[in-house]
């Protein structure tokens, strides 16, 4: 490759030298942070969620392409350099010159540069929205998001072993990170709100009601359990279909104990039933528990009254015999 001579500071250089592609570009950075097994992993991994992206996007049109494309460069670059060199090591104009754009242009993709570390919170807080939106006829709010979460997961089977381990290590990074956490804890309550929204707007009830803001919440956790479940078994060693297959079991497993807690507000959601409605069914739960406390109440009266019969009954036959010794 006529590259193959270029100096290393031409890398940082504002213009592409000639014959030198960006993408390229971002090959030298990769071998030369993370060494050329782990870079040629990740240009595996980077064609691969570029099929993904066309999937996802089949009538995308070049000029949106090309955006998403130099997205996912800068990303890339962020994410490498910040794993390799600590987050609060690297800044963003040096992520802009390797890349070969401004500043300003990273900003314009990447508000903040916490964003460039969860590059795909958009996307993922877009395809939650429109799961529970469009979600079919009968189908339970948690189904619908284990049905799009489990959509994800297909990328665990193409993913290369090193890619699987520096998962592991941009893990670590975020937990590590006081600024990251943060990000990661807003990351989650913009969740939180989108499908509290969605669930409400299903329901036809007030998104402030209690019952869909703590089944938004609810919901929302399915999230977590697929990070966690993944960090888990890659650190077991699973890799493939069988990473796939047991990422997929533990959400499923979390599912099922969601939807069993979930099922008063899934027949509201199903029915699209008003907030009257939902009251209505809220005091009747509520008298429910009231009778079955006062039944317990109950219960344990004539417990205590039997017990202390059953003492009486024992004082008096003590003594009974005592009377009986002494007349002997």
Do not use: C
């Not at 060494?35 to 992206?53: D, S």
């Amino acid at each position: 490759m006529e590259a193959e001579g270029i100096a290393e500071q031409d890398l940082l250089d504002d213009e592409t030298p000639e014959g030198f592609s960006d993408e390229g570009r971002i090959d030298r950075l990769l071998v030369r942070e993370l060494g050329e097994e782990m870079a040629a992993a990740f240009a595996i991994a980077r064609q691969t969620q570029e099929r993904w992206a066309r999937r996802r996007h089949p009538h995308e049109g070049l000029r949106e392409r090309k955006k998403r494309h130099t997205r996912q460069q800068i990303s890339d670059v962020a994410t490498t350099l910040f794993v390799v060199r600590g987050f609060d090591h690297v800044k963003v104009s040096e992520i802009a010159e390797i890349v070969g754009v401004s500043e300003k242009t990273v900003y314009n993709y990447f508000p903040t540069k916490e964003s460039l570390v969860f590059d795909r919170a958009d996307a993922g807080i877009a395809r939650l929205a429109a799961a529970l939106r469009e979600r079919k006829v009968g189908e339970s709010p948690t189904k619908a998001v284990l049905r799009a979460l489990g959509e994800d997961l297909e990328e665990l089977e193409e993913l290369s072993d090193e890619v699987h381990m520096f998962t592991l290590v941009f893990a670590e990074m975020v937990a590590s990170t006081p600024s990251l956490r943060a990000a990661w804890l807003d990351l989650q309550g913009r969740l939180v709100a989108v499908a509290t929204e969605e669930l409400a707007a299903h329901a036809d009830v007030d998104p402030r009601d209690p019952e869909p803001m703590i089944a938004a919440r609810a919901i929302v956790g399915l999230q977590e359990v697929t990070y966690e479940s993944r960090l888990r078994h890659i650190e077991a060693g699973l890799r493939g279909r069988e990473l796939r297959d047991a990422v997929l079991a533990d959400l499923e497993r979390a599912g099922r104990l969601l939807d069993t807690g979930l099922w008063s507000f899934n027949l509201l959601a199903q029915g699209a039933r008003t907030r009257t409605q939902l009251r209505e069914a809220a005091i009747a739960a509520e008298e429910t528990r009231e009778q079955v406390v006062d039944a317990l109440k109950e219960a344990r009266a004539v417990w205590r009254a039997i017990r202390g019969d059953e003492r009486t009954e024992a004082k008096r036959e003590r003594k009974q015999a005592k009377r009986s010794a002494k007349r002997g």
